[in-house]
């Protein structure tokens, strides 16, 4: 069980999710923070969230989780006035970012500004989840900026300074997770993993209070912002408690106006952004045609206005996005106890709830506790990791990985992008750069180079390139996919298969690693053969960022 110091096990029936039993009401529940807040006293309880607050759980049929409510209401601190803003982060394994919406204009969601840096090709709407601190512990960068300036550090340099990446799985992982919890950089040195998530978060919060401040310059950044965070709906109590510690540290939210920050389940966020999309704003993976059934019959003027309208703001590089003031029109097809899943697959994790649509106001029910496992996108990376072990030796790895740190970014950036184009149905081999850093030092150290060690290995779907690169196959790409989308795969088909979800007919793959050809057409292979409605949004890496403005 996971400890602490103000890390203590949840309240009976107090996760939201995570209590097995009898179909309850998708609010989550108290969450007994009264014996959680570290260092504070017992009575001074957070607040329930103003009625009056934009985002309340009229708007969307699910309550959002928010901090628990004092069990004195003479003791409770005076009501805010309603939030201009609601800002919200998606605080992901492998990208993260945020985006805002005013509450004079709610149904626009505007995205965070382009990144500096990125990668050919590769939406900036997000930036990886990577933090630089100097050698003394110090803030330096985050997301590309750290990663790209990490790589250009001299490599006797580069082993001084701490490099975080994909950290947050640590969170998911932790059977002991503590405020002492320790995460480990790229170069072996150790520090507190809630100085880590605070470095992050307080990024967040200068970057998306900066922009506010330029398109807003009269808006008050006092008691303005609703904080909006995103965690797994698989997470345990103590996990989502030490993201809540995390935003205090970070100067998020003060503890004495808790109710200014949510903790949203992705999975809940991604849902309350689904209801509200169109056809076109839809990937239906199924044979089905578009607009075949009730569904075409639904097409209107309006929405093709819409439509319209979207496209001429994409053209102009918006980073605004509109969003129905209703529902669109799969949401409306649907009837009272239809049921479905949404599986939400990220880089560090899959996440799989499932609701049923309750009437006459549209509210939701989950089914079962949510479930899933860490069959994330980071898996495909860790079977590259795995095969050049293979090749090189896993000794050889480790040693370069601890030596020349730097050089091992740029490995996994090389393959991060190959990995982008790998499909199902793509022919041809795929080229990958290895570090210059990576040749030399493999040389120094077995005495041969990399060509003599492809030739001995018995990997033979991976050659020498004459361009100085690794060549390896389409089929041998997909198949370091396998393992974790077969994970997956099995996660749902268990699902499916317990007699309290049955008759589910619809489900919505979101989350980055949805992006992934081969995992969408791996899950329609399997799935669409029992009648399942496999349908993936535009834009499905941004999904639960977006439903999490409009929470």
Not at 187 to 199: D, Q, R
Not at 255 to 263: H, N, S, T, Y
Not at 427 to 432: C, E, K, P, S, V
Not at 498 to 517: D, M, N, T, Y
């Amino acid at each position: 069980m996971v400890s602490g110091p103000g890390l203590g096990p949840p309240e009976p029936g107090g996760d939201g999710g995570q209590v097995p039993g009898p179909a309850k009401m998708l609010a989550v529940p108290d969450m007994g923070l009264q014996g959680l807040y570290i260092g504070s006293s017992p009575e001074r309880s957070p607040v329930p969230s103003p009625p009056g607050s934009p985002r309340t759980q009229e708007s969307c049929g699910i309550a959002p989780l928010t901090p628990s409510q004092s069990p004195k209401p003479e003791t409770r601190a005076p009501q805010h006035a309603p939030f201009s803003v609601v800002v919200a982060i998606d605080f992901g394994t492998t990208s993260s970012g945020y985006a805002f919406s005013f509450a004079s204009d709610p149904e626009a969601i505007h995205m965070m500004r382009k990144w500096e840096g990125g990668d050919p090709g590769v939406a900036h709407q997000k930036t990886p989840t990577c933090l630089l601190l100097t050698p003394e512990g110090a803030f330096h960068s985050f997301g590309y900026t750290a990663r790209d300036y990490y790589h250009d550090l001299d490599p006797e340099e580069a082993r001084d300074w701490l490099y975080f990446e994909k950290f947050k799985m640590k969170i998911h992982s932790a059977t002991d997770l503590t405020l002492k919890t320790q995460l480990e950089a790229v170069n072996g040195k150790k520090m507190p993993a809630l100085e880590v998530f605070a470095h992050a978060l307080r990024f967040f919060k200068e970057h998306a209070l900066q922009e506010l401040r330029e398109q807003c310059p009269s808006l008050p950044e006092k008691d303005t912002v609703r904080w909006v965070l995103t965690v797994p709906a698989i997470w345990k109590q103590p996990a989502k408690q030490f993201m809540r510690e995390a935003a205090y540290l970070a100067g998020l939210v003060s503890r004495e106006d808790a109710e200014q920050l949510l903790i949203a389940l992705e999975p809940e966020a991604a849902s309350v952004y689904c209801r509200k999309l169109r056809l076109h704003q839809l990937l239906d993976l199924s044979s089905r045609a578009p607009g075949s059934g009730r569904l075409g019959e639904r097409r209107s003027i309006d929405s093709s206005f819409r439509q319209a309208r979207e496209q001429l703001r994409r053209s102009r590089h918006s980073r605004t996005f509109l969003v129905e003031s209703g529902v669109g029109e799969l949401w409306a097809e649907m009837q009272a106890g239809d049921r479905y899943v949404v599986a939400d697959c990220g880089g560090g994790t899959v996440d799989l709830t499932v609701h049923q649509l309750e009437q006459p106001h549209g509210t939701l029910k989950e089914l079962y506790k949510a479930s899933g496992g860490p069959y994330g996108a980071v898996g495909v990376d860790l079977a590259f990791e795995q095969l050049l072990g293979r090749i090189f030796g896993e000794d050889f790895i480790t040693t370069f990985k601890r030596q020349r740190p730097a050089a091992w970014v740029d490995l996994t950036i090389a393959f991060e992008a190959r990995k982008r184009t790998a499909g199902p149905h793509r022919a041809g081999a795929l080229n990958i750069s290895l570090p210059f850093s990576f040749i030399d030092f493999y040389r120094k150290q077995r005495g041969h180079n990399v060509e003599t060690a492809l030739r001995r290995s018995s990997v033979n779907f991976v050659k020498w390139s004459s361009q100085g690169m690794l060549r390896m196959s389409c089929e041998a790409m997909n198949e370091l996919f396998q393992p974790t989308v077969s994970g997956i795969i099995q996660h749902i088909e268990a699902l499916l298969a317990r007699p309290e979800v049955q008759g589910v007919k619809l489900l919505f793959l979101v989350g980055g690693f949805a992006e992934s050809a081969v995992l969408q057409h791996a899950v329609q292979t399997a799935l669409g053969a029992r009648g399942l409605r496999v349908v993936v949004p535009h834009d499905v890496g941004l999904t639960i960022l977006k439903g999490a403005v409009l929470f």
